[in-house]
């Protein structure tokens, strides 16, 4: 089925292990987006790709790197686990960065001890 | 940074009946979108709203875009199990021309008993 593809699932690390996050779409959008959704707090930009080959910070950036790697790929990646950044990771995709609703990814779920 | 206030932040309801949610924000925002998110599995879009005062249906779902534009309603009529999940809003203040922000509620948990 067509949508947006989070590897992996589930993940746990240890403080200060780095990991990348993987997202897949093949609905041909343009736009990429990385969110984090803790509770009570809605869900919270951490950074976004207008189109292939730029991307930018969101509201929440610091610890994350990201890397749009072509124009169905954007990984996002933590260099320095901290147990702040114990939440579930949503990656989005648009056409434009305009009117349209997102498609989310299934999530992954990140714990970090 | 700018939240969106969801109310009720949850809410238990018989199979059947009508159900009720807004969202409001203190800023006004030109376009609002209403998700859905299951267990385990990323929010999908339910309805988007593009103008002040437009009302949408989508099935059961019927949701307002609030005349002052700093407000939004979703409604669901007949409720069935399967609409138990969080229901978001969200508010994005352009519709054109490179990145729009887009600010997400805190989400109403609704929960149907059958």
């Known amino acids: 089925n067509a949508g947006v593809t989070q590897t992996p699932k589930f993940q746990v690390l240890k403080t200060g292990q780095s990991m990348t996050l993987q997202c897949a779409q093949d609905?041909?959008?343009?736009?990429m987006y990385w969110y984090r959704q803790d509770p009570g707090m809605g869900l919270r930009l951490i950074y976004y790709s207008a189109s292939e080959g730029t991307t930018d910070k969101g509201e929440v950036p610091n610890g994350y790197n990201v890397s749009r790697l072509n124009k169905r790929e954007f990984s996002l990646r933590l260099e320095s686990a901290a147990p702040s950044q114990t939440s579930v990771y949503f990656c989005?995709?648009?056409f434009g960065t305009g009117v349209y609703g997102y498609t989310f990814g299934s999530g992954t779920r990140l714990t970090v001890v | 940074g700018q939240q969106l206030n969801q109310s009720p932040q949850s809410m238990f309801i018989q199979e059947g009946e009508d159900v009720s949610m807004n969202c409001t924000s203190s800023?006004?925002?030109?376009?609002w979108l209403w998700y859905k998110q299951e267990p385990g599995e990323g929010p999908v879009l339910l309805i988007a709203?593009?103008?002040?005062?437009e009302l949408t249906s989508n099935g059961r779902l019927t949701a307002q875009f609030g005349i002052t534009r700093k407000d939004s309603f979703l409604n669901i009529s007949a409720s069935i199990p399967s609409d138990v999940g969080i229901y978001f809003c969200?508010?994005?203040?352009?519709?054109?021309?490179?990145?729009?922000?887009?600010?997400f509620g805190t989400g109403t948990k609704l929960q149907v008993i059958p």
């Open positions: 800023s006004i925002f030109n376009t």
């Open positions: 609905m041909n959008h343009n736009s």
């Open positions: 969200a508010g994005q203040l352009g519709n054109s021309g490179g990145y729009q922000k887009v600010t």
């Open positions: 989005a995709s648009r």
């Open positions: 709203l593009y103008k002040a005062g």
